[in-house]
C-alpha cells in the first residue's frame, strides 16, 4: 500500500542540443500506476496496454509514456512563466568540459500491491523512447536505439525495490 515515487533522470551525453521527447517506464509487477495522482498528472503520464494502444484501464497499462520533456511541452511552460528565456527542457550538448552532462527530470508515483512478505524483487525498467534535436526533429542516437530494450544501451535504466517484512510484537 506505500506509494514509490520514481525520478527518473535523462542526461545528454551526445554532442547535439535535444530533447527526450518521450519516456516510457514499463508498469513493475507489484506496483500499480496511479493514474490520478497528482504528481503522476503533472508529469503527462499516459497507460498503454500489452498491444501498444492507450488505455484508461489500470490493470491492463503494461507501459507508461510522457511527453513532458519535449519541445512542445517546454515551449508551453515558456509561455506559463514568461521569466524563462530558454526552453527548460532543452538538454544542451555535453562538451566534455562540464563536471555533469546536462539532464532533466521526470517524476512517476506507484502504489506497492506486492505483499511485504514476499522475497521478490521488484523491477523498474525505464528508458528514453523518442529524441529530437533543439527544433525538435528526430535524430538518429548513435549508441541507442529509442523504445526498444537492448542491453547495455545507454538509454534505458533499471532500479530494483527489495520489500522488507516488518513486524512488531508485545508480550
Excluded: C, H
Aim: charged share 35%.
Amino acid at each position: 500500500g506505500d506509494i514509490v515515487t520514481y525520478t527518473i533522470r535523462v542526461f545528454n551525453e551526445g554532442e547535439v542540443d535535444g530533447y527526450a521527447s518521450k519516456v516510457s517506464d514499463d508498469v513493475p509487477d507489484g506496483l500499480e500506476y496511479l493514474p490520478d495522482n497528482n504528481l503522476n498528472k503533472e508529469y503527462r503520464w499516459v497507460m498503454y496496454d500489452k498491444d501498444g494502444n492507450k488505455t484508461e484501464d489500470v490493470s491492463k497499462a503494461v507501459k507508461i509514456r510522457t511527453d513532458y520533456l519535449s519541445k512542445e511541452q517546454g515551449e508551453a511552460k515558456m509561455k506559463e512563466d514568461t521569466s524563462l528565456t530558454e526552453n527548460p527542457y532543452l538538454l544542451k550538448a555535453f562538451d566534455g568540459s562540464k563536471e555533469n552532462p546536462d539532464n532533466a527530470d521526470v517524476k512517476v508515483a506507484f502504489k506497492v500491491v506486492e505483499p511485504n512478505t514476499s522475497d521478490k524483487i521488484i523491477v523498474n525498467s525505464a528508458q528514453i523512447s523518442k529524441d529530437t534535436d533543439k527544433n525538435g526533429k528526430d535524430i538518429d542516437d548513435i549508441d541507442s536505439t529509442p523504445d526498444k530494450w537492448n542491453e547495455g544501451e545507454d538509454d534505458q535504466d533499471r532500479e530494483y525495490i527489495k520489500l522488507n517484512y516488518f513486524d512488531l510484537a508485545l508480550r
